[in-house]
């Protein structure tokens, strides 16, 4: 099993302000990398996949890049809506995708 | 527009069985790989299994493998999950989505909005 891991647990950040999660793969994934975004009481909702192309509605301050084993979302500027629990998840070992812990960003 | 809607949230006595349900519209449902995912109360998502509604092609995360049932019914757009004796450890809510691409491989692109699931005595 890849086993994917997030850094940090939890971030705090201003509003405004660059915000750098990290999700590194215990193995290579190549470019099958996404980034989820989850919201108290809510689904998930699809951010980034192949590592670094966005999501159809996705703003453009959210980016990701890396590929093999480390990856990076960073968002540009924080808006208050983008605190959140974000998730990273490997596709490369299809069917056993697995997820990362996730990282928690919070407001400073 | 494209969306998968999930049945209500349910309330179960340990040892009881159980078939939650996922509706697709707005696309071709046989296409896609719907898969499943856990999570337990205050944690991270948990992949379980994932099948291809088109000729029910059903694969499973070994840590799920046995413990639960994966099927669909294409005349109905609808897929399902299944426990024929739940735990008290199955509470959780759990998410179906659909895979992107039409082949094999790919992140999940569309949610349900989650079925809770609890099992107490």
């Known amino acids: 099993e890849i086993v994917m891991t997030q850094s940090p647990a939890t971030l705090s950040v201003s509003p405004g302000e660059r915000a750098t999660l990290s999700c590194r793969a215990s193995q290579s994934v190549s470019s099958n990398l996404a980034w989820y975004q989850q919201k108290p009481g809510q689904a998930p909702r699809l951010l980034i996949y192949g590592a670094s192309t966005r999501a159809t509605g996705i703003p453009a301050r959210f980016s990701g890049s890396g590929s093999g084993t480390e990856f990076t979302l960073t968002i540009s500027s924080l808006q208050s809506e983008d605190f959140a629990v974000y998730y990273c998840q490997q596709y490369n070992n299809w069917p056993l995708y697995t997820f990362g812990q996730g990282t928690k960003l919070e407001i400073k | 527009e494209v969306q998968l809607v999930q049945s209500g949230a349910e309330v179960k006595k340990p040892g009881e069985s159980l078939k939650i349900s996922c509706k697709g519209s707005g696309y071709s449902f046989t296409s896609y790989w719907i898969g499943w995912v856990r999570q337990m109360p205050g944690k991270g998502l948990e992949w379980m299994g994932i099948i291809y509604p088109g000729d029910s092609d059903t694969r499973y995360s070994p840590s799920f493998q046995g413990q639960v049932t994966i099927s669909a019914d294409k005349s109905i757009s609808t897929a399902y999950l299944q426990w024929s004796s739940l735990k008290a450890s199955d509470t959780a809510m759990y998410y179906c989505?659909?895979?992107?691409?039409?082949?094999?491989?790919?992140?999940?692109?569309?949610w349900g909005q989650g079925t809770m699931v609890t099992v107490s005595s």
């Open positions: 989505a659909r895979q992107q691409w039409l082949v094999p491989g790919g992140a999940f692109d569309i």
